[in-house]
T-cell receptor, first 116, second 112 residues
Framework: GAVVSQHPSWVICKSGTSVKIECRSL??????MFWYRQFPKQSLMLMAT?????????EQGVEKDKFLINHASLTLSTLTVTSAHPEDSSFYIC????????????FGPGTRLLVL | KNQVEQSPQSLIILEGKNCTLQ??????????LRWYKQDTGRGPVSLTI?????NTKSNGRYTATLDADTKQSSLHITASQLSDSASYIC???????????FGTGTSLTVIP
């Protein structure tokens, strides 16, 4: 149980285009999902906390107009990288916090984004 | 200040040998501590989770310990395999506001 999926697993796009990444909790409901960014050989960096039915909370230094987050249901959150540039190339990972139970999070497999 | 520190930063061991990774934290109020394994290019996968009252938790060749008094945890890997090569991340959660604090990870390389 407690499986989180991400789609796509990798994406290559041209500079200036927008890219949407989906994060789904497959067998549990999650009112809270997190979006992370990870550069090579570095730890995960929290970008934003996504709460179902409300606006996301962004970490300091993360542009909310560039990284649009929508959490429309208890099993789906999306991250849209708008007008992507090469410096946005990174590994994006989501995680989901199950309703109830221990305070813990389950991670998705990640999405590799390459902006040319 | 809530912090999680891991050591060593990187480690190289021979296949078949044992190793121990360390995690020290100052997170309060403490809820639980998880060890994750992250293979290159993949999302973290949970190995163990421990709450305040648990001192040790095993998952196959992985054994985690927790000393809530000294706020230290360790992850012991027995009879290492090449597939153990990965980054190991210690994550401590607090009771307040679903806060999670990440260690910087230990990069383990197992060589034949």
């Amino acid at each position: 149980g407690a499986v989180v999926s991400q789609h796509p697993s990798w994406v290559i796009c041209k500079s200036g285009t927008s890219v949407k990444i989906e994060c789904r909790s497959l067998d549990f409901q999650a009112t809270t999902m997190f979006w992370y960014r990870q550069f090579p050989k570095q730890s995960l960096m929290l970008m934003a906390t996504s709460n179902e039915g409300s606006k996301a909370t962004y970490e300091q230094g993360v542009e909310k107009d560039k990284f649009l987050i929508n959490h429309a249901s208890l099993t789906l959150s999306t991250l849209t990288v708008t007008s992507a540039h090469p410096e946005d190339s990174s590994f994006y990972i989501c995680s989901a916090l199950p309703l109830g139970g221990k305070i813990t999070q389950y991670f998705g497999p990640g999405t590799r984004l390459l902006v040319l | 200040k809530n912090q999680v520190e891991q050591s060593p930063q990187s480690l190289i061991i021979l296949e078949g040998k044992n190793c121990t990774l360390q995690c020290n934290y100052t997170v309060s109020p403490f809820s639980n501590l998880r060890w994750y394994k992250q293979d290159t290019g993949r999302g973290p996968v949970s190995l163990t989770i421990m709450t305040f009252s648990e001192n040790t938790k095993s998952n196959g060749r992985y054994t985690a310990t927790l000393d809530a008094d000294t706020k230290q945890s360790s992850l012991h890997i027995t009879a290492s395999q090449l597939s153990d090569s990965a980054s190991y991340i210690c994550v401590v959660s607090a009771f307040t506001g679903n806060q999670f604090y990440f260690g910087t990870g230990t990069s383990l390389t197992v060589i034949p």
